[in-house]
Each structure stands twice: as C-alpha cells, then as structure tokens.
C-alpha cells in the first residue's frame, strides 16, 4: 500500500497493512471509514474500504485516532504481549498461500505478525506520518 498525503510518502506491504489496522483497532481505533478518491463525489461513491488502492482519502482526524491507538500499543507489542492473535484475511493472503502452495487461511483468518525491533521501530515512524495529516492510499 502506497500513502501519499502531509506526511510525504509512506508503504506497507499489503499485509502489514492490514495488521497495522488491526493493531490499531485493538487498542481503541474506530475507524470512520475512507473518503472517496479525487474526481469522486461522496454521494457518487459507494464507499469503499482502506484495503482499496483508489486513492481514496484517509481523514486526518482518523489518522491522528490510528496513531493514538498505534501509540497505546508500543509498550505491549515491545513486551510481547499484543492482545491481537488474528485479523481478517485478504486476498493478498489468499494469493500468497496459493502461490507458495500453502494452506489457504481457515476460517478467513491469518495469524498477527510478531513485531521485533526493526517492525515497532517502522510503526513509530507511522504515527508520526499519520500525526501530520491525511493522506491517500494507492
């Protein structure tokens, strides 16, 4: 996923994508959902989702609440102790399974990454982008 907005540009795998996401969620993130891509109305869009590469809007108000849960979650993802086992899986998920003749995620769900040094490190450096502003994702 490619993000472009205040903060510059910034990237995550499709996958950490979505356990960034899901991090954030289970330290209190609501998400408000994405506002629709440039040229599109809102009421001409029928919504969409963050997983989506359209170049839809992430708000800086939701941005700045991801961050803020992402912030909550430094201490216990560093001690080990996230309370995120799963989340949903994608297609990318799916794809890849295929692809490396693994077994496709049961039940629609992929185990949570185990974070170390280098990945909090990467999500500090996400609060800070998500902390200057919206950006859109492709």
Not at 29 to 50: E, F, N, Q, T
Not at 75 to 81: K, L, M, V
Not at 96 to 120: C, H, T
Request: hydrophobic share 35%.
């Amino acid at each position: 996923m490619d993000l472009k907005g205040a903060g510059g540009y910034f990237h995550w795998t499709n996958a950490g994508w979505g356990d960034v996401l899901a991090l954030g969620e289970a330290f209190g993130w609501v998400p408000m959902g994405p506002g629709p891509p440039r040229g599109v109305l809102k009421a001409d869009w029928p919504g969409g989702s963050y997983f989506g590469n359209d170049g839809q809007r992430f708000y800086a108000r939701d941005a700045r609440a991801l961050a803020d849960a992402l912030e909550q979650s430094i201490a216990p993802i560093s001690e080990g102790r996230s309370p995120v086992r799963t989340r949903a899986a994608g297609p990318t998920d799916y794809l890849e399974a295929k692809l490396s003749n693994r077994k496709v995620p049961r039940q629609g769900r992929v185990a949570m990454r185990k974070y170390g040094p280098e990945e909090i490190a990467y999500i500090r450096e996400f609060i800070k982008y998500c902390r200057a502003g919206s950006f859109r994702i492709y």
